[in-house]
């Protein structure tokens, strides 16, 4: 496995016999987790697919990071990306797709920088086949934001503080939002993951990859109703909606419960992916 840049790492699968028309998966994680965590997911797609994996990390300090350094470290990425054949522009077309696997908020985020970076610096589109929302995207709330970002904070003596200076931070945010009329940060990230043209051939915009929604109604961090929206909206825009809602299970640990019946899932949506990715690679011979 080889680090593509800040955060980022390839693995790469032995060079198939086979044409496949999915030439990668990209697996943005949750907040904090490391890519050790995330190399148990893309396991399954490597053994199963034989597909190499890009796999993206989000932490807390990438909030502060500038558009600049940000654009510095996804250059990198976008480079392999077109290596692959996975994004495409106005001039050229994909000759293959993407299949993208996101956590959490801390995922969906890293996942929506990553689409605006390409169309806004290079006018791309990163084609993707099928996406799986694994407890995402959420609706920001004071508490869940206090849960997420003290999460990682172990010390017993530091962490009432931080979580009450965090409570301060985030009471004074949803104010100013309230006030402005403005949309949060995850309102932003939940609209831009609707949008069509950040995850197909520009020219041919205007349908939704299929999704996977799995999440739990015991998610402390997510708020199941705001999944279940998103779901809808999405369904509404013309995409292929599954939803697999889970029986007390914690914040992106779906997978640990029952790992047969979550890739069962992953599968059947693995399935119609190839399918819509046969359909881009078939255009990029035209």
Same mark, same amino acid.
């Given at each position: 496995?080889?680090?593509?840049?800040?955060?980022?790492?390839?693995?790469?699968?032995?060079?198939?016999?086979?044409?496949?028309?999915?030439?990668?998966?990209?697996?943005?994680?949750?907040?904090?987790?490391?890519?050790?965590?995330?190399?148990?997911?893309?396991?399954?797609?490597?053994?199963?697919?034989?597909?190499?994996?890009?796999?993206?990390?989000?932490?807390? $300090?990438?909030?502060?990071?500038?558009?600049?350094?940000?654009?510095?470290?996804?250059?990198?990425?976008?480079?392999?990306?077109?290596?692959?054949?996975?994004?495409?522009?106005?001039?050229?077309?994909?000759?293959?797709?993407?299949?993208?696997?996101?956590?959490?908020?801390?995922?969906?985020?890293?996942?929506?920088?990553?689409?605006?970076?390409?169309?806004?610096?290079?006018?791309?589109?990163?084609?993707?086949?099928?996406?799986?929302?694994?407890?995402?995207?959420?609706?920001?709330?004071?508490?869940?934001?206090?849960?997420?970002?003290?999460?990682?904070? $172990?010390?017993?003596?530091?962490?009432?503080?931080?979580?009450?200076?965090?409570?301060?931070?985030?009471?004074?945010?949803?104010?100013?939002?309230?006030?402005?009329?403005?949309?949060?940060?995850?309102?932003?990230?939940?609209?831009?993951?609707?949008?069509?043209?950040?995850?197909?051939?520009?020219?041919?915009?205007?349908?939704?990859?299929?999704?996977?929604?799995?999440?739990?109604?015991?998610?402390?961090?997510?708020?199941?109703?705001?999944?279940?929206?998103?779901?809808?909206?999405?369904?509404?825009?013309?995409?292929?909606?599954?939803?697999?809602?889970?029986?007390?299970?914690?914040?992106?640990?779906?997978?640990?419960?029952?790992?047969?019946?979550?890739?069962?899932?992953?599968?059947?949506?693995?399935?119609?992916?190839?399918?819509?990715?046969?359909?881009?690679?078939?255009?990029?011979?035209?």
């Amino acid at each position: 496995m080889e680090q593509v840049t800040d955060g980022v790492w390839l693995d790469k699968t032995p060079a198939s016999t086979d044409e496949q028309s999915i030439g990668l998966v990209i697996i943005f994680g949750w907040m904090d987790a490391s890519v050790r965590h995330l190399q148990k997911y893309g396991q399954w797609y490597r053994t199963e697919n034989n597909l190499s994996v890009l796999y993206v990390e989000s932490r807390q $300090r990438d909030v502060l990071r500038s558009a600049a350094a940000t654009a510095q470290v996804l250059e990198p990425v976008r480079t392999i990306l077109a290596e692959y054949g996975v994004v495409a522009d106005d001039n050229a077309k994909a000759t293959a797709a993407c299949f993208v696997h996101v956590f959490s908020d801390g995922g969906s985020r890293s996942l929506k920088n990553f689409t605006g970076f390409l169309h806004d610096a290079h006018q791309q589109t990163l084609v993707a086949a099928g996406i799986v929302f694994d407890s995402c995207p959420g609706q920001f709330t004071v508490t869940t934001a206090v849960r997420s970002f003290a999460a990682p904070i $172990r010390n017993l003596l530091l962490r009432p503080i931080a979580v009450g200076l965090l409570y301060v931070f985030f009471s004074a945010l949803r104010l100013i939002h309230l006030v402005t009329f403005s949309p949060d940060a995850t309102e932003v990230t939940r609209r831009a993951l609707l949008e069509p043209g950040r995850f197909g051939q520009p020219s041919e915009a205007g349908s939704l990859a299929p999704r996977l929604y799995q999440y739990s109604e015991s998610d402390e961090l997510i708020v199941y109703q705001a999944v279940e929206a998103h779901a809808e909206a999405a369904r509404q825009s013309g995409a292929s909606v599954m939803l697999k809602k889970w029986e007390n299970t914690p914040h992106v640990r779906h997978m640990q419960a029952d790992p047969a019946a979550y890739w069962a899932e992953v599968a059947k949506l693995y399935e119609q992916a190839e399918q819509h990715a046969a359909v881009v690679a078939s255009r990029a011979k035209l």
